[in-house]
């Protein structure tokens, strides 16, 4: 027993020194560590979970390999630069835009030490790489469509030569692409002006041309009813010169129902349908 007494005071120190020096690091889930031996200037890579380190001569810094986001907005809260960070590009007739988008990223899990080692600490990568690249090629990008084509169908085209062109670059880096996603592009008061008149003018072209097909569509009409009348009263007029009896017929089809017979100068007419007096 006395010698578990004579002991404990070395388990105490030991400890002590233990907690003190922390030889160990704990990596938490979707991270990295990058460990950094200062008297060798050898850089290691270690995955989630507990790992012993060498207290004092082993610098550890931890990583992010989850989704991020980076983003260039207006809002001032919303991106890594606090107040209004959108930024202005040139179109290919001219136009100045101004844009706000978001870059949707991952490190690298194969060569965070390759970043840590050639980039720099913390989130230096997104200073030093992502920032200006993308600053860089969202105004190449936009620079190859007009104004029209931007503020149209074509975004989505813009987006994917941004990707293309980011993805190619950052992956240089040990940075890898998911998405860019174009959140607004604005245009001067001026051209946004114009493109309004531009849209109301087109939906006047379009509701005159409706207007005039539906004028047309009623005149071929009436050409056409005026034709059957023409070919029917050529018709009738044939009849009458075959049967002179004809218009008195249908003149008497059109008396009152009880107008039973009618005298003209050619003697009297039977009213179709009725019956004479004397049968």
């Known amino acids: 027993m006395s010698k578990v007494l004579k002991g404990l005071p070395i388990i105490l120190v030991l400890g002590l020194l233990f907690l003190m020096f922390r030889p160990y690091v704990v990596v ?22 507990f790992h012993f380190v060498m207290p004092v001569a082993d610098q550890v810094e931890f990583f992010d390999l989850r989704k991020q986001t980076y983003s260039m907005s207006k809002t001032s809260w919303e991106g890594e630069v606090k107040g209004d960070d959108s930024m202005r590009a040139m179109t290919s007739d001219g136009q100045e835009v101004i ?41 190449i990008a936009i620079s190859e469509f007009p104004a029209s084509k931007v ?7 813009v987006e994917n030569n941004i990707e293309t062109r980011l993805r190619e670059k950052l992956e240089k ?45 009623e005149k071929q009409r009436k050409v056409i009813l005026a034709e059957g009348e023409a070919e029917a009263i050529k018709l009738k007029g044939q009849a009458i010169a075959q049967n002179s009896r004809i218009v008195p017929y249908e003149y008497a089809m059109k008396v009152a129902p ?17 019956v004479s007096g004397g049968q």
Request: net charge positive.
């Open 28 to 49: 938490p889930a979707g991270h990295c560590a990058v460990v950094l031996n200062l008297a060798s200037r050898q850089y290691r890579q270690i995955g989630e979970g």
């Open 99 to 139: 844009v706000e988008l978001s870059l949707r990223f991952r490190l690298d899990p194969r060569n965070v030490k390759l970043l840590r080692q050639k980039i720099g600490t913390g989130k230096e990568y997104i200073s030093k790489i992502i920032r200006p690249e993308l600053r860089s090629h969202v105004r």
């Open 151 to 157: 503020y149209s169908s074509e975004r989505r085209t």
């Open 173 to 217: 880096a040990y940075i890898l692409v998911d998405e860019v996603l174009l959140r607004d592009v604005r245009f001067s008061d001026a051209f946004q002006a114009a493109i309004i008149q531009k849209q109301i003018a087109q939906q006047n072209a379009e509701r005159m041309k409706y207007v005039l097909e539906k004028e047309r569509l």
């Open 258 to 274: 009880n107008i039973k017979g009618i005298i003209t100068g050619g003697g009297s007419i039977p009213v179709p349908g009725t």
